[in-house]
């Protein structure tokens, strides 16, 4: 019984994050909610079958700055990570308009993926007051695989089975079987086809 009762618990924990997360815009069957993880928005979030959220992951609806200065949501956000997708501890996502990650993907701890930047051209104002934009969706294509410590700037599409090398910043669009890394991110070498 003892060697059960963390998985027993386990369970228990995942099904009372479940009802928690029972707003979801979408949720699969046996998705895993890892420990102190956070939906912010979730009626704009879907997430596929077996969709594994490990620890400390934060996935977040921005509001943005409208022309009263009065933070709102754009009219019909949409977050979508696919089934089987893996997203790593701490990985932040931040979403004002559309992110797509496909199926089987495999999102190494502490990656940054975000559709919106900050406006930083007035300068009567800080940044941090300066209007949030939507700065273009980023798609993340299915069988991929994004290193630790990746950044995925927003109007980004990753194509499908690409590899991101651990800490690259991704500025441009990587077409499908490709492995790219640095700073700014560069192809490196075309995968190997079947
Ligand atoms: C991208 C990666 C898969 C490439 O591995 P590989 O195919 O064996 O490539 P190589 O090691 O032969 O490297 C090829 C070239 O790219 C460079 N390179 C490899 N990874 C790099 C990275 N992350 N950033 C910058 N350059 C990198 C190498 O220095 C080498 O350059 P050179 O030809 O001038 O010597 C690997 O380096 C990597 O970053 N893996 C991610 C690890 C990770 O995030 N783990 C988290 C656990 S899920």
Same mark, same amino acid.
């Given at each position: 019984?003892?060697?059960?009762f963390p998985r027993f618990y386990r369970k228990i ?12 815009q979408g949720v699969g069957s046996n998705v895993f ?7 912010e928005h979730p009626e704009y979030v879907s997430l ?23 933070? +709102? *949501? ?6 979508? $990570?696919? &089934? @089987?997708?893996? /997203? %790593? ?8 308009? +559309? *992110? ?6 495999? $999102?190494? &701890? @502490?990656?940054? /993926? %975000? ?80």
């Open positions: 019984l003892i060697e059960y924990k995942s099904t009372l994050q479940r009802i928690y997360y029972s707003n979801l909610f890892g420990r102190d993880i956070r939906i596929g079958d077996n969709v594994y959220l490990n620890d400390f992951c934060w996935i977040s609806i921005v509001k943005h700055k409208s022309e009263n200065n009065t933070p +709102k *949501i754009l009219k019909n956000p949409s977050l979508i $990570i696919g &089934d @089987r997708t893996y /997203i %790593g501890r701490f990985a932040t996502i931040a979403c004002v308009n +559309k *992110i797509k990650i496909g199926e089987d993907v495999l $999102i190494s &701890d @502490r990656v940054f /993926i %975000g559709d919106v930047s900050h406006g930083y051209e007035r300068n009567d104002l800080p940044i941090k007051d300066q209007d949030l934009m939507d700065s273009g969706p980023v798609e993340i294509g299915s069988g991929s695989w994004i290193g630790i410590g990746v950044s995925i700037l927003p109007n980004i599409k990753i194509g499908k089975n690409c590899v991101i090398g651990a800490g690259a910043v991704v500025t441009r669009d990587i077409p499908d079987y490709s492995t790219a890394a640095g700073v700014p991110a560069k192809i490196i070498k075309i995968n190997r086809k079947i």
